[in-house]
């Protein structure tokens, strides 16, 4: 299965910084970072058709939890 934007939700936290919610399609399983790489958020939220490359590194961020801040992670499973 291909990544793609729809799996990802962006709330801004305040200069510099977004919360990034990436949502598994298949296991409906979030995991929730802050991500503080605004080239990143550039190339994928500010895109109208941002590269696969780019959405997976941000899924790897938010799955590893590599960014800046040291914020880990949350799995929320939805009931849908």
């Known amino acids: 299965m291909s990544i ?3 799996q990802f939700s962006f709330y801004h936290v305040c200069v510099g910084e977004y919360r990034v919610t990436y949502t598994n399609p298949k296991t409906k399983v979030s ?3 802050i991500i503080t790489d605004m080239d990143l958020i550039d190339n994928t939220k500010n895109k109208f058709k941002p590269k696969v490359e780019d959405l997976k590194l941000l899924k790897s ?3 590893n939890n590599d960014n800046i801040r040291n914020v880990h992670p949350i799995q929320i499973r939805n009931s849908n």
Do not use: G, Q
Request: aromatic share 12%.
């Open 61 to 63: 961020k938010i799955l």
């Open 4 to 6: 793609k934007i729809n």
């Open 31 to 33: 995991y929730i970072s």
